[in-house]
């Protein structure tokens, strides 16, 4: 018989997921796998740029055929050849791309490890908005629950006489609005099912009971995002950048040693043939010294890049320090916010339940009823919200300071 139960319950158990699964989930969806293709993508180029430094071996031919033949040129013929080259100095050029390329690298995990994070906390605020109003539908659910109780005793005593139809129409009313109030309320949680679904890639079924780990707070935390990070490295490339530019000012030497093989066909037999191949080795040296300042420009045009880029980095990291600060007091609020909640809550039943009993008695009109009761299940599902606000405060805190949100989910 258990082990009925247990099958009969089982697609429960494989569907339905909570805060930690829900955000492992959404940590593979095509976002991410887009921004971890493009990780990949930058370290496949950076491995062919260094390639591209190495001696390099070329080999050809070519077949030739002339009208006219002389000692020089041959009615034809061919010539194979191969070719070695290397590199030895680019103005430094080299350098600072290899520097540039570390720190694209560097800037792009960064921003893998952002987006990450951003969904996580997505995540987070969606699970939690779910549960706030799966509260509040319970709570409206057991409001129209009484409502109609106490509706069907109302229409008791207009039955018999003892009560007019003015006092059950306000009540069926309060029922109407509060079906609608219901349905509203259906259709928000759909909504945010259907937006947790397109976050993680799949369809989704929530399961209660996750929370964020309690965090130590101290006005001393600095914001240590990935995405400023990733800011921060993105300048430090154009730097590199810019000094590219630069090189150009700076001689160039290059090694190179060409092998020639050739296969010459003369008419005239009496033109000798001297040799057949020949080894050329030649060391070169190339320099721009004049190309009306279009190096300079270049350069200028990157460094100005830097800097627009540096003024940028320097606002976005003093705006994540003033969210984290933000974040911090509005946690704070926060806990502030659930104590006078669970006092409303507790005052709220405390005069719904005197109230009632006097409306029973006949000592109060229903209108006060009917306040009564909605206050009460107001307040509880406001305390429900403000403590479902409280961890996606926690959560916030974590993201602001840089940490691994995820990992402070339990």
Do not use: C
Not at 226 to 237: F, G, T, V
């Amino acid at each position: 018989m258990k082990k009925i139960y247990l099958l009969f319950f089982l697609p429960i158990f494989l569907w339905s997921q909570d805060l930690s699964e829900l955000i492992n989930i959404s940590q593979k969806n095509k976002l991410i796998q887009s921004s971890q293709e493009t990780v990949e993508s930058v370290k496949d180029e950076y491995s062919s740029v260094k390639r591209s430094y190495l001696p390099n071996v070329s080999i050809g031919t070519s077949y030739q055929n002339t009208n006219r033949e002389s000692q020089d040129m041959p009615a034809n013929g061919y010539t194979s050849y191969a070719k070695v080259g290397l590199t030895i100095y680019d103005g430094n050029k080299r350098y600072n791309l290899f520097k540039s390329y570390k720190s694209y690298i560097k800037s792009s995990k960064e921003n893998l490890s952002a987006l990450k994070n951003e969904v996580a906390l997505d995540v987070v605020n969606y699970y939690y908005q779910y549960l706030t109003l799966e509260a509040q539908k319970d709570a409206k659910q057991k409001e129209i629950e009484q409502l109609k109780s106490e509706g069907n005793r109302v229409k008791n005593f207009v039955d018999v006489g003892s009560a007019t139809t003015d006092e059950y129409d306000k009540i069926e009313s309060r029922i109407q609005s509060s079906i609608f109030d219901l349905n509203q309320i259906e259709l928000n949680i759909i909504t945010v099912l259907h937006t947790l679904e397109y976050v993680t890639g799949q369809e989704v079924s929530i399961t209660a009971g996750s929370s964020i780990k309690d965090i130590n707070i101290n006005s001393d935390m600095k914001a240590q995002r990935p995405d400023i990070k990733s800011l921060e490295y993105n300048i430090e490339k154009l730097k590199y950048d810019a000094r590219q530019e630069k090189s150009g000012y700076l001689p160039k030497i290059t090694l190179d040693n060409t092998y020639s093989y050739y296969d010459r066909n003369y008419k005239d037999n009496s033109i000798p043939e001297e040799y057949k191949d020949q080894n050329v080795f030649s060391v070169n040296l190339s320099w721009d010294i004049f190309n009306f300042n279009s190096t300079g420009k270049k350069y200028s045009a990157r460094y100005k890049e830097y800097l627009s880029k540096r003024s940028n980095y320097e606002y976005q990291k003093k705006k994540a320090d003033t969210e984290l600060k933000t974040s911090l007091k509005t946690y704070e609020i926060g806990k502030v916010k659930v104590k006078a909640a669970k006092a409303s809550l507790k005052a709220a039943t405390s005069v719904y339940d005197s109230i009632k009993s006097k409306y029973q008695n006949g000592l109060v009109d229903n209108v006060t009823f009917l306040e009564a009761l909605t206050e009460k299940y107001d307040a509880l599902s406001q305390l429900k919200s403000s403590q479902y606000d409280l961890e996606i405060n926690k959560a916030t805190i974590i993201y602001y300071s840089g940490k691994n949100v995820g990992d402070y989910v339990e």
